[in-house]
């Protein structure tokens, strides 16, 4: 059996070759590539992310990752979002008193953290959900963060399966002091379409691990 394709989305924010090297150590055949028929067309398509959601979204509409995602999702391909490539996914993001509309595949919104230390940065466990695919084998493993910003709601994360569709699998973590943590979203596996909080490439072997998931399912 040939190895899955993976196309890593380059439109000029993320952490990219890491995110290849990872992929590769994984089994995966990885193209680094802003080409939509490669993007639209391969096994499983990453979307990183590292910067501004108001920048990163401009980067993605500059090489049509809007329409690239839309697309792959809409015929149930798979999609991985990092970092800023999972906060994107959301309805819209506030930085800097600037909102911005995002991908809109989850309602929410995603603004700064209430933490008293910001950024968010280090290693921290995660809380993910029971019947999770992502974090097979690695639930109680830390994972490493760094960010301002995240998801702190997942209204769609509160309900039961309809027999239709899947409700999404919301993972959670905290930031600051244990008697005054500041929860927010650290994944969410949604159908086809699946995104991380925190940087997988930059986690350990916890991180290639959750990869791993995720390539073996493509």
Known sequence: MTNPLVAVLDYGFGNVRSAVRALEH??????LTDDRVIAENCDGLVVPGVGAFEAVMQGLKNVRGDQIVGRRLSGGRPVLGICVGHQVMFERGVEHGIETDGLDQWPGTVEKLQSPVV??????????PSGTELFAGIEDERFYFVHSYAAREFPLGTTEDTGR???PKVTWSQAGPDDAPDRFVAAVENGALKATQFHPEKSGEAGLQLLRNWVTSL
Do not use: Y
């Not at 994984?26 to 193209?31: I, S």
């Not at 940065?121 to 995660?126: E, K, P, T, Y």
């Open 119 to 128: 950024p968010n940065m280090g290693w921290a466990r995660v809380e993910p």
């Open 165 to 167: 569709f899947a409700a």
């Open 26 to 31: 994984v089994g995966a055949r990885v193209v």
